[in-house]
């Protein structure tokens, strides 16, 4: 009886090994897909827990901040806020879901019905709450003090959104053109205020701060509070400073005046 070619030919030893090798490379890729996000945030998470080298132009030694003085700040400026659109590409929240990283606003004295303006960004905690929180370490302080977000490894979850008590941070919603080649900006990703780092490390001021200056207001202080010798830290040691919602302890380096 003719037997079945068909049925009884067996796959040559090449032909199965190229098989199989086509498979283990499909099964490996296919596992990346699946189990790499999961793999990258634990990695990621545990790179986080780990002491982090200063940045260039960041050291210990120093500590940026602000001082900012209501009694110069006026109702119905926006200067900084104006400078700060400019200098980072921002749109300037004209829609609700445009990025703010500075905004002003108006406080009420309980007792006296005293209203005063202010303007409120990142207030760069020394313990900021959005590092803790966030799952990948995207949230990060700079051994200078200035808090900033790595987008390259930002997942948009916004968990730092929601633990930041001032409200600073914002949500990129769609995708950005002609930006700031020294302002790097996502859509998916969390920004906020950056102390215009940048300029910072250029040995410049921030955009507000100079702005203010411009416009003859000099209602913003920047500088060094770790430095006794600074501007910022001789009018913090002669008048009395407060920290926006202090009785939380992070210990901010934006520092107000008169509030």
Not at 205 to 231: M, T, Y
Request: hydrophobic share 35%; with cysteine; charged share 20%.
């Amino acid at each position: 009886m003719k037997s079945d070619d068909t049925k009884n030919t067996s796959p040559s030893d090449a032909s199965v090994a190229s098989r199989r090798g086509f498979l283990g490379v499909a099964a490996v890729g296919l596992a990346g897909i699946l189990i790499a996000p999961g793999v990258r945030l634990i990695e990621i998470a545990q790179a986080a827990s780990e002491p982090r080298a200063p940045s260039p132009g960041a050291s210990s030694k120093v500590r940026w901040g602000m001082l900012i003085d209501s009694g110069k700040c006026t109702a119905g400026c926006n200067d900084c806020v104006t400078a700060c659109n400019t200098e980072n590409g921002l749109s300037g929240g004209t829609l609700p879901t445009d990025s703010q990283w500075i905004r002003k606003i108006e406080i009420k004295q309980i007792r006296s019905g005293e209203t005063q303006s202010l303007p409120m960004m990142c207030q760069h905690c020394a313990e900021p709450p959005c590092v803790d929180v966030c799952p990948t370490g995207a949230s990060f302080k700079r051994a200078d003090g200035i808090v900033l977000v790595d987008k390259h490894i930002c997942i948009g979850c916004r968990y730092c959104m929601m633990a930041c008590p001032y409200k600073a941070r914002s949500f990129v919603h769609s995708p950005q053109t002609n930006q700031n080649p020294d302002v790097p900006r996502g859509m998916g990703t969390v920004e906020a205020c950056t102390l215009c780092v940048h300029r910072v490390d250029r040995g410049e001021q921030p955009a507000c701060v100079s702005a203010c200056a411009k416009a003859g207001h000099e209602a913003i202080v920047f500088g060094d509070l770790n430095d006794p010798s600074s501007e910022i830290s001789k009018r913090v040691a002669l008048y009395p400073s407060r920290q926006m919602r202090e009785n939380l302890d992070l210990d901010t380096g934006v520092r107000y005046l008169g509030v």
